[in-house]
């Protein structure tokens, strides 16, 4: 053994350390202690996980909540990200409390040139379409996953007369607005019925550049897929712990958030792991 790597707070033990060495007569070893990295709103400590996982405030050990490799990777961590993350940290002696999001823009650099983007639609309003260049029956394209790297695949796009939207965009568009249908082409908003579905005039030659609000849809057809969307808080709602602190009294209340959508039908050919993206709601893992 050359060089010993380890946590500061083991530095106390280093007198001892030299005192056997000299004693059996072996060659020093060099010692450099290092920083163990926190993170804000974490537990860390194997005995309050341990509780955690005892009160079924969370499924087990590799919970996508908890800060165990297990737990990061079932949330969607590639290792590739994890490594990364590593090595930009070094062996520093400073004890640091990090953000979460900083490891996460590590894993987006990996998994953004290769997840496929795929439509998901949450609260789902109608929108009928108008227009001589609008399918009367729907008709299915094939696209490209990724616009940035042809390698991921291809996908089916259905496009319909009938079309869904979120109703959270559906909600803030006015009548005789332009908006854009991403993928497809601008509409202009012609009417909101008092159902709270719309009608909408196809206008392919208009200026996407120029329209307030970029929408995500699905054909309203037969083929999407119900999906669950799940999101997660953070298990302590205190960014750091002081030594008088009970962990148990700063719990966040509700930390799994379940939103029910419909997919595009591409979703049905995906396998436990893949991660992809949906545009505009972020990367997800089935």
């Known amino acids: 053994v050359t060089h010993a790597l380890r946590t500061i707070e083991y530095r106390d033990r280093n007198a001892q350390y030299d005192w056997m060495l000299n004693a059996l007569d072996l060659r020093k070893v060099h010692i450099w202690d290092f920083a163990r990295v926190n993170f804000v709103r974490t537990l860390l400590s194997?005995?309050?996980l341990q509780w955690m996982v005892d009160k079924n405030l969370v499924s087990n050990w590799d919970d996508p909540r908890f800060p165990t490799v297990r737990g990061v990777r079932r949330r969607g961590m590639t290792v590739e990200g994890l490594k990364n993350f590593v090595l930009s940290q070094g062996p520093s002696r400073n004890v640091i409390n990090l953000e979460w999001n900083l490891i996460w823009a590590f894993n987006k650099k990996v998994i953004d040139p290769i997840a496929p983007r795929l439509t998901a639609v949450v609260n789902p309003v109608k929108v009928h379409l108008v227009g001589d260049e609008v399918p009367q029956s729907p008709k299915t394209e094939i696209k490209p996953k990724h616009k940035k790297n042809p390698d991921v695949g291809e996908k089916k796009v259905i496009y319909s007369c009938d079309v869904v939207i979120d109703k959270e965009d559906a909600d803030v568009l006015e009548e005789n607005e332009e908006v854009t249908l991403m993928d497809w082409g601008n509409v202009v908003v012609t009417k909101k019925n008092a159902d709270g579905s719309l009608v909408a005039k196809l206008h392919l030659e208009g200026d996407f550049k120029k329209t307030k609000h970029k929408l995500t849809?699905?054909?309203?057809?037969?083929d999407s897929v119900p999906v669950?969307?799940?999101?997660?808080d953070h298990l302590i709602n205190k960014d750091k712990l002081e030594e008088d602190d009970s962990f148990e009294d700063f719990l966040t209340p509700e930390t799994e958030f379940h939103t029910d959508a419909i997919a595009d039908l591409n979703v049905k050919d995906l396998k436990v792991g893949d991660i992809i993206q949906f545009e505009r709601k972020g990367y997800y893992r089935l």
């Open 46 to 48: 194997k005995r309050k």
């Open 217 to 222: 849809w699905l054909a309203d057809t037969k």
């Open 228 to 232: 669950d969307l799940v999101d997660f």
